[in-house]
Protein backbone atom coordinates (compact mmCIF):
# COMPACT_ATOMS: atom_id res chain seq x y z
CA UNK A 1 0.00 0.00 0.00
CA UNK A 2 1.48 3.55 -0.57
CA UNK A 3 1.65 5.97 1.60
CA UNK A 4 -1.48 8.01 -0.01
CA UNK A 5 -3.52 4.82 0.55
CA UNK A 6 -2.34 4.77 4.36
CA UNK A 7 -3.12 8.64 4.97
CA UNK A 8 -6.91 8.14 3.37
CA UNK A 9 -7.59 5.30 5.35
CA UNK A 10 -6.36 6.91 8.54
CA UNK A 11 -8.52 9.28 8.37
CA UNK A 12 -11.82 7.16 8.00
CA UNK A 13 -10.98 5.95 11.44
CA UNK A 14 -12.99 8.62 12.79
CA UNK A 15 -10.87 10.26 15.23
CA UNK A 16 -7.48 11.14 16.74
CA UNK A 17 -6.10 10.79 20.42
CA UNK A 18 -4.98 13.62 21.83
CA UNK A 19 -0.65 14.12 23.01
CA UNK A 20 -1.27 14.12 26.27
CA UNK A 21 -3.69 11.24 26.38
CA UNK A 22 -1.70 9.29 24.01
CA UNK A 23 1.23 9.96 26.78
CA UNK A 24 -0.46 8.31 29.18
CA UNK A 25 -1.59 5.51 27.78
CA UNK A 26 1.65 4.25 25.84
CA UNK A 27 3.61 3.99 29.11
CA UNK A 28 0.41 2.07 30.94
CA UNK A 29 -0.03 -0.68 28.13
CA UNK A 30 3.72 -1.23 28.50
CA UNK A 31 3.45 -1.74 31.80
CA UNK A 32 0.79 -4.25 31.10
CA UNK A 33 2.56 -6.38 28.52
CA UNK A 34 5.93 -6.50 30.36
CA UNK A 35 3.76 -7.68 33.77
CA UNK A 36 2.09 -10.01 31.58
CA UNK A 37 5.41 -11.10 30.02
CA UNK A 38 7.42 -11.94 32.95
CA UNK A 39 4.50 -13.79 34.85
CA UNK A 40 5.77 -16.49 32.90
CA UNK A 41 9.62 -16.10 33.09
CA UNK A 42 11.28 -17.14 36.32
CA UNK A 43 12.31 -14.18 38.36
CA UNK A 44 15.24 -14.00 41.26
CA UNK A 45 13.50 -14.55 44.58
CA UNK A 46 14.25 -10.81 45.43
CA UNK A 47 11.50 -10.06 42.88
CA UNK A 48 9.08 -11.43 43.23
CA UNK A 49 7.78 -10.19 45.84
CA UNK A 50 7.20 -6.58 43.51
CA UNK A 51 5.89 -9.12 40.71
CA UNK A 52 3.17 -10.18 43.22
CA UNK A 53 2.70 -6.18 44.63
CA UNK A 54 1.95 -5.17 41.06
CA UNK A 55 -0.57 -7.78 39.86
CA UNK A 56 -2.34 -7.40 43.45
CA UNK A 57 -3.17 -3.86 42.18
CA UNK A 58 -3.73 -4.40 38.41
CA UNK A 59 -6.61 -6.41 39.94
CA UNK A 60 -8.07 -4.29 42.49
CA UNK A 61 -8.09 -1.56 39.19
CA UNK A 62 -10.12 -4.23 37.26
CA UNK A 63 -12.69 -4.32 39.47
CA UNK A 64 -12.24 -7.94 40.01
CA UNK A 65 -11.95 -9.87 43.82
CA UNK A 66 -8.97 -9.36 45.80
CA UNK A 67 -7.54 -11.57 48.32
CA UNK A 68 -7.06 -9.72 51.79
CA UNK A 69 -4.16 -11.44 52.79
CA UNK A 70 -0.97 -9.85 52.15
CA UNK A 71 0.38 -11.30 47.88
CA UNK A 72 3.41 -12.31 49.84
CA UNK A 73 3.75 -13.86 53.19
CA UNK A 74 7.63 -14.95 53.27
CA UNK A 75 10.69 -12.74 53.67
CA UNK A 76 12.94 -11.89 50.60
CA UNK A 77 15.12 -15.05 50.26
CA UNK A 78 18.93 -14.01 50.82
CA UNK A 79 21.24 -13.86 47.80
CA UNK A 80 22.31 -17.22 46.29
CA UNK A 81 25.35 -18.77 47.31
CA UNK A 82 26.23 -18.65 43.42
CA UNK A 83 26.16 -14.72 43.56
CA UNK A 84 29.77 -13.40 42.57
CA UNK A 85 29.97 -11.60 45.62
CA UNK A 86 29.70 -14.23 47.67
CA UNK A 87 31.46 -17.08 45.89
CA UNK A 88 34.32 -15.46 44.11
CA UNK A 89 35.97 -13.49 46.88
CA UNK A 90 39.72 -14.27 47.59
CA UNK A 91 40.18 -16.47 50.92
CA UNK A 92 42.85 -15.31 53.05
CA UNK A 93 43.80 -17.80 55.79
CA UNK A 94 43.15 -16.48 59.47
CA UNK A 95 46.00 -14.40 60.44
CA UNK A 96 48.20 -16.62 63.59
CA UNK A 97 47.84 -15.25 66.93
CA UNK A 98 51.80 -15.23 68.49
CA UNK A 99 52.07 -16.59 72.09
CA UNK A 100 51.98 -14.15 74.66
CA UNK A 101 55.48 -13.10 75.86
CA UNK A 102 55.41 -12.47 79.50
CA UNK A 103 58.11 -10.90 79.39
CA UNK A 104 57.90 -8.54 76.25
CA UNK A 105 56.01 -5.01 76.99
CA UNK A 106 54.49 -4.62 73.34
CA UNK A 107 54.22 -0.77 71.65
CA UNK A 108 54.54 0.80 68.61
CA UNK A 109 56.91 3.00 67.32
CA UNK A 110 57.14 4.82 63.59
CA UNK A 111 61.47 4.53 64.14
CA UNK A 112 63.50 2.50 66.66
CA UNK A 113 63.99 3.55 69.98
CA UNK A 114 66.94 2.87 72.27
CA UNK A 115 64.72 1.56 74.84
CA UNK A 116 67.54 -0.36 76.58
CA UNK A 117 69.12 2.99 76.68
CA UNK A 118 66.72 4.66 78.04
CA UNK A 119 66.41 1.44 81.02
CA UNK A 120 69.76 2.25 82.25
CA UNK A 121 69.26 6.21 82.83
CA UNK A 122 65.94 5.65 84.80
CA UNK A 123 67.94 3.03 86.71
CA UNK A 124 70.88 5.44 87.49
CA UNK A 125 67.79 8.09 88.27
CA UNK A 126 66.29 5.90 90.95
CA UNK A 127 63.19 5.32 88.72
CA UNK A 128 62.86 1.47 89.19
CA UNK A 129 59.89 1.34 87.82
CA UNK A 130 60.11 3.34 84.52
CA UNK A 131 63.62 1.52 84.05
CA UNK A 132 61.64 -1.87 83.78
CA UNK A 133 59.37 -0.43 81.51
CA UNK A 134 61.89 -0.05 78.86
CA UNK A 135 63.82 -3.00 79.26
CA UNK A 136 60.58 -4.69 78.81
CA UNK A 137 59.75 -3.11 75.74
CA UNK A 138 63.63 -3.75 74.73
CA UNK A 139 62.69 -7.01 75.24
CA UNK A 140 60.03 -7.30 73.01
CA UNK A 141 62.18 -5.56 69.79
CA UNK A 142 64.84 -7.97 70.74
CA UNK A 143 63.03 -11.27 73.18
CA UNK A 144 67.07 -12.68 73.37
CA UNK A 145 69.15 -9.47 74.11
CA UNK A 146 71.05 -11.37 77.22
CA UNK A 147 71.74 -7.59 78.86
CA UNK A 148 68.14 -6.73 79.01
CA UNK A 149 66.79 -10.00 80.31
CA UNK A 150 69.85 -9.85 82.89
CA UNK A 151 68.18 -6.46 84.18
CA UNK A 152 65.05 -7.33 83.58
CA UNK A 153 65.20 -10.00 86.43
CA UNK A 154 67.12 -7.57 88.74
CA UNK A 155 64.78 -4.92 88.18
CA UNK A 156 61.49 -7.11 88.31
CA UNK A 157 62.99 -8.33 91.96
CA UNK A 158 63.66 -4.52 93.23
CA UNK A 159 59.88 -4.68 91.97
CA UNK A 160 58.47 -7.19 93.79
CA UNK A 161 57.43 -9.42 91.14
CA UNK A 162 59.00 -12.68 91.08
CA UNK A 163 57.51 -14.30 88.52
CA UNK A 164 58.82 -12.00 85.83
CA UNK A 165 62.12 -12.33 87.62
CA UNK A 166 61.39 -16.50 87.36
CA UNK A 167 60.86 -15.83 83.74
CA UNK A 168 63.78 -13.57 82.84
CA UNK A 169 65.81 -16.21 84.74
CA UNK A 170 64.60 -19.36 82.90
CA UNK A 171 65.75 -17.39 79.55
CA UNK A 172 68.96 -16.70 80.46
CA UNK A 173 69.53 -20.40 81.32
CA UNK A 174 68.06 -21.11 78.41
CA UNK A 175 70.09 -19.04 75.85
CA UNK A 176 72.95 -20.11 77.53
CA UNK A 177 73.55 -23.24 78.41
CA UNK A 178 76.76 -23.52 79.33
CA UNK A 179 76.36 -20.71 82.18
CA UNK A 180 74.89 -21.73 85.93
CA UNK A 181 74.88 -17.78 87.17
CA UNK A 182 70.95 -17.75 86.11
CA UNK A 183 70.02 -21.19 87.28
CA UNK A 184 71.66 -20.34 90.53
CA UNK A 185 69.72 -16.56 90.73
CA UNK A 186 66.41 -18.48 89.69
CA UNK A 187 67.30 -21.10 92.61
CA UNK A 188 67.43 -18.64 95.40
CA UNK A 189 64.17 -16.93 94.52
CA UNK A 190 62.15 -20.27 94.12
CA UNK A 191 63.94 -21.06 97.97
CA UNK A 192 62.62 -17.23 98.89
CA UNK A 193 59.13 -18.25 97.62
CA UNK A 194 58.64 -21.67 99.19
CA UNK A 195 58.68 -23.30 95.91
CA UNK A 196 61.75 -26.00 97.37
CA UNK A 197 60.89 -28.70 94.93
CA UNK A 198 61.43 -26.87 92.04
CA UNK A 199 64.62 -25.11 93.79
CA UNK A 200 65.85 -28.31 94.04
CA UNK A 201 65.43 -28.66 90.23
CA UNK A 202 67.10 -25.67 89.17
CA UNK A 203 69.72 -26.19 91.53
CA UNK A 204 70.81 -29.54 90.50
CA UNK A 205 70.87 -28.26 86.94
CA UNK A 206 73.16 -25.74 88.25
CA UNK A 207 75.83 -27.96 89.57
CA UNK A 208 75.64 -30.19 86.39
CA UNK A 209 76.88 -26.97 84.46
CA UNK A 210 79.39 -25.83 86.88
CA UNK A 211 80.33 -28.80 89.20
CA UNK A 212 83.51 -26.66 90.45
CA UNK A 213 80.70 -23.23 91.39
CA UNK A 214 80.48 -23.51 94.99
CA UNK A 215 77.18 -21.61 94.85
CA UNK A 216 74.87 -24.12 93.32
CA UNK A 217 75.38 -26.51 95.81
CA UNK A 218 74.96 -23.35 98.88
CA UNK A 219 71.50 -22.69 96.86
CA UNK A 220 70.97 -26.85 96.44
CA UNK A 221 71.43 -27.03 100.45
CA UNK A 222 69.19 -24.35 101.44
CA UNK A 223 66.34 -26.23 98.89
CA UNK A 224 66.62 -29.20 101.08
CA UNK A 225 67.29 -28.06 104.12
CA UNK A 226 63.59 -25.94 103.70
CA UNK A 227 62.41 -29.24 102.88
CA UNK A 228 63.51 -30.47 105.76
CA UNK A 229 65.75 -33.15 103.86
CA UNK A 230 68.63 -32.65 106.32
CA UNK A 231 70.89 -35.28 105.18
CA UNK A 232 71.19 -34.12 101.51
CA UNK A 233 70.94 -30.84 102.71
CA UNK A 234 74.74 -31.28 104.89
CA UNK A 235 76.50 -32.92 102.35
CA UNK A 236 75.86 -29.89 100.07
CA UNK A 237 76.65 -27.72 102.45
CA UNK A 238 79.80 -29.65 102.85
CA UNK A 239 80.56 -29.90 98.59
CA UNK A 240 80.42 -26.11 98.50
CA UNK A 241 82.64 -25.45 101.87
CA UNK A 242 85.20 -27.91 100.26
CA UNK A 243 85.40 -25.80 97.10
CA UNK A 244 85.40 -23.03 99.32
CA UNK A 245 86.51 -23.41 102.31
CA UNK A 246 86.43 -19.81 103.20
CA UNK A 247 82.55 -19.50 102.59
CA UNK A 248 80.91 -17.74 105.64
CA UNK A 249 77.53 -18.12 104.36
CA UNK A 250 78.08 -22.44 103.75
CA UNK A 251 79.79 -22.49 107.21
CA UNK A 252 76.69 -20.81 108.72
CA UNK A 253 74.60 -23.21 106.74
CA UNK A 254 76.05 -26.41 107.69
CA UNK A 255 76.74 -25.49 111.01
CA UNK A 256 72.40 -24.85 111.43
CA UNK A 257 72.06 -27.94 109.62
CA UNK A 258 73.91 -29.60 112.03
CA UNK A 259 72.29 -27.55 114.82
CA UNK A 260 68.90 -29.32 113.40
CA UNK A 261 70.37 -32.81 113.33
CA UNK A 262 71.69 -32.68 116.63
CA UNK A 263 75.20 -32.77 116.44
CA UNK A 264 76.21 -29.95 117.96
CA UNK A 265 79.68 -29.85 118.70
CA UNK A 266 80.51 -30.33 114.71
CA UNK A 267 77.87 -26.84 114.89
CA UNK A 268 80.03 -25.14 117.12
CA UNK A 269 82.94 -26.44 115.17
CA UNK A 270 82.07 -24.92 111.68
CA UNK A 271 79.54 -21.85 112.97
CA UNK A 272 83.03 -20.53 115.14
CA UNK A 273 85.01 -20.08 111.82
CA UNK A 274 81.58 -18.61 109.84
CA UNK A 275 81.49 -16.39 113.17
CA UNK A 276 85.26 -15.32 112.49
CA UNK A 277 84.79 -14.78 108.64
CA UNK A 278 81.42 -13.15 109.10
CA UNK A 279 82.19 -10.66 112.27
CA UNK A 280 79.24 -8.17 111.28
CA UNK A 281 76.32 -10.58 110.90
CA UNK A 282 74.12 -10.86 113.59
CA UNK A 283 72.34 -14.49 113.24
CA UNK A 284 75.69 -16.31 112.47
CA UNK A 285 76.68 -15.17 116.47
CA UNK A 286 72.78 -15.87 117.48
CA UNK A 287 73.51 -20.05 115.62
CA UNK A 288 76.59 -19.79 117.42
CA UNK A 289 75.69 -18.90 121.06
CA UNK A 290 72.90 -21.92 120.28
CA UNK A 291 75.93 -24.38 119.72
CA UNK A 292 77.40 -23.13 122.91
CA UNK A 293 74.46 -23.29 125.30
CA UNK A 294 73.80 -26.72 124.02
CA UNK A 295 77.12 -27.97 124.62
CA UNK A 296 76.79 -26.53 128.09
CA UNK A 297 79.43 -23.97 127.28
CA UNK A 298 77.14 -20.94 129.06
CA UNK A 299 79.58 -17.90 128.80
CA UNK A 300 80.53 -18.34 125.14
CA UNK A 301 77.08 -18.68 124.41
CA UNK A 302 76.04 -15.41 126.63
CA UNK A 303 79.04 -13.80 124.89
CA UNK A 304 77.77 -14.91 121.43
CA UNK A 305 74.14 -13.48 121.98
CA UNK A 306 75.47 -10.44 123.26
CA UNK A 307 77.42 -10.03 120.01
CA UNK A 308 74.59 -10.83 118.58
CA UNK A 309 72.43 -7.97 119.95
CA UNK A 310 74.56 -5.21 119.46
CA UNK A 311 74.83 -5.94 115.68
CA UNK A 312 71.45 -6.30 115.65
CA UNK A 313 69.65 -4.45 118.69
CA UNK A 314 65.55 -5.25 116.98
CA UNK A 315 67.09 -9.56 116.62
CA UNK A 316 64.13 -10.80 118.74
CA UNK A 317 65.25 -14.15 118.93
CA UNK A 318 69.16 -13.13 119.54
CA UNK A 319 67.43 -10.76 122.66
CA UNK A 320 65.47 -13.36 123.79
CA UNK A 321 68.02 -16.07 124.14
CA UNK A 322 70.37 -13.22 125.61
CA UNK A 323 67.75 -12.49 128.19
CA UNK A 324 67.32 -16.58 128.97
CA UNK A 325 71.17 -16.63 129.69
CA UNK A 326 70.95 -13.52 131.92
CA UNK A 327 68.25 -14.46 133.97
CA UNK A 328 70.05 -18.21 134.14
CA UNK A 329 73.49 -16.44 135.18
CA UNK A 330 71.91 -14.67 138.12
CA UNK A 331 69.55 -17.61 139.66
CA UNK A 332 72.73 -19.64 139.35
CA UNK A 333 71.32 -21.74 136.48
CA UNK A 334 67.84 -22.43 138.04
CA UNK A 335 65.86 -25.49 136.79
CA UNK A 336 63.00 -23.66 135.10
CA UNK A 337 65.79 -21.90 132.86
CA UNK A 338 67.17 -25.07 131.73
CA UNK A 339 65.01 -24.91 128.36
CA UNK A 340 66.71 -25.58 125.39
CA UNK A 341 66.98 -22.34 123.05
CA UNK A 342 65.24 -23.62 120.07
CA UNK A 343 62.27 -24.28 122.46
CA UNK A 344 61.68 -20.35 123.04
CA UNK A 345 63.04 -19.01 119.22
CA UNK A 346 62.68 -19.73 115.72
CA UNK A 347 64.80 -20.95 113.92
CA UNK A 348 67.62 -19.01 112.96
CA UNK A 349 68.27 -17.27 109.22
CA UNK A 350 69.31 -19.22 106.69
CA UNK A 351 71.63 -17.21 104.03
Known amino acids: MSPRTKKTSRRTLGFTLPPTLKKALVPSCLAALGLAAWTDVPLPATLRPWLALAEHARARDAGLPVDLAPAFTEAPLPIPATHPSATELPSTPAPRVAVEDALALSHEHTRRVDHLGRARALRELGDVSGALTEVRRALHDEPSDTEALTMAARLARLQGQSELALAAYARLGSLMPEEAGALIQQARLLVSLGRHAEAVRVGEEAVVRAPEDAEGYQVLGRAHLASGELSPAILRFQQAVHLEPEHGYALNNLGFAYLRAGEDAKAAEVLA ?21 RLGRREEARGAYAQATRLSPRYVQARVNADRMNRVARADLAPSDTRTPEALSPLPELH
Open 273 to 293: RAAELLPHVAYVHNNLGVAWE
